[in-house]
């Protein structure tokens, strides 16, 4: 009998505790939650805002992109095919297509994180597109800097900004295919 008490001890020490809040309920349990239901702030402790969380603070440890080409880019060995928003630690796809798509809902995702980014640098394709200036407007409110560039240098910029421990993102459209060296049958 004493070894089993003991035994039960030794198990009791060794599990981790679960303390759980005696006024919070889980939230399949709650009654004022139901599958179409959207917290809001008044739902207290079960609304939280969405941050990014930076993950590495070394000098030089930021996402760099290592190429691109027509199909997309290659971030940190990651090879993303298309439009892509680049928001450090983060890559995510972009659904936008030329620049034309770059709108101010395309560009909300940059300026609704935390923390707060000081630079965007977008990328229009393989040559510098004009943004339409209600865009420019909005980021400018929200008191991000823009740099619009070609995409090959617009990968150039985003790196540089990133080695110098900037808080930077990207939105890159990939170059179109070069037709350069096609050749013409006759």
């Known amino acids: ?18 303390i759980v809040p005696s006024r919070t309920t889980p939230a399949s349990l709650s009654p004022s939650l139901s599958r179409g239901h959207r917290l809001g702030p008044s739902d207290d402790e079960r609304y939280q805002r969405t941050t990014v ?7 030089g440890s ?23 928003a680049v928001l450090p630690p983060s890559i995510l796809q972009w659904k936008v297509g030329t620049s034309k798509d770059i709108t101010e809902e395309s560009v909300s995702l940059f300026h609704m994180i935390v923390p707060q980014i000081e630079i965007l640098v977008l990328g229009t394709g393989e040559r510098l597109e004009r943004i339409h200036p209600s865009v420019l407007a909005l ?4 008191r991000i800097a823009v740099e619009v560039q070609d995409t ?7 790196n540089f900004l990133i080695s110098e421990n900037r ?18 049958q006759e």
């Open 139 to 142: 980021l400018k409110r929200k």
């Open 53 to 59: 969380s930076v993950m590495k603070k070394e000098q």
């Open 1 to 18: 009998m004493a070894s089993v008490v003991c035994a039960k001890m030794l198990l009791q020490r060794s599990l981790p505790r679960l």
């Open 152 to 158: 090959p240098n617009a990968c150039a910029t985003f």
């Open 62 to 84: 930021g996402i760099m992109i290592h190429s691109y080409s027509s199909q997309g880019f290659n971030i940190d060995g990651n090879k993303v095919f298309g439009p892509c």
């Open 167 to 184: 808080i930077a993102a990207a939105g890159l459209i990939p170059p179109c295919a070069s037709r350069a060296l096609e050749v013409k």
